[in-house]
């Protein structure tokens, strides 16, 4: 079995900054894209950033020059440093991860976090 914990939400003011965690841990044999998605209320789930296991990164394009998206292969982790928040960044950000573990074969599954609750406000 296969968990995401995500951590590090909560409620900044207006250019403010949080870092969100994420840690995989079960039975894992290998972890390939990693990323952070978004969804605020009455709108689809987004794309906020993703990262190869071999570092090659995807951004939306509301986020870039404002987000990093970096990862911890030895720890099993993923980060997101949100600098310069806006208002608009509100929303449940969750984790996701393709991993392959002992019971896929050579393909890999996806995984996601219970999600964090980013708010950003004044």
């Known amino acids: 079995q296969v968990q995401l914990v995500e951590s590090g939400g909560g409620l900044v003011q207006p250019g403010g900054s949080l870092r969100l965690s994420c840690a995989a841990s079960?039975?894992?044999?290998?972890?390939?894209?990693m990323g952070w998605y978004r969804q605020a209320p009455g709108r689809q789930r987004e794309l906020v950033a993703a990262?190869?296991?071999?570092?090659?990164?995807n951004y939306n394009d509301s986020v870039k020059g404002r987000f990093t998206i970096s990862r911890d292969n030895a720890k099993k982790m993923v980060f997101l440093q949100m600098n310069r928040l806006k208002p608009e960044d509100t929303a449940v950000y969750y984790c996701?991860?393709?991993?392959?573990?002992?019971?896929?074969?050579?393909?890999?599954?996806?995984?996601w976090g219970q999600g964090t609750q980013v708010t950003v406000s004044s």
């Open positions: 990262i190869t296991n071999v570092g090659t990164t």
């Open positions: 996701h991860a393709d991993i392959r573990t002992p019971w896929t074969g050579r393909t890999s599954s996806s995984y």
């Open positions: 079960g039975s894992i044999v290998s972890i390939y894209t």
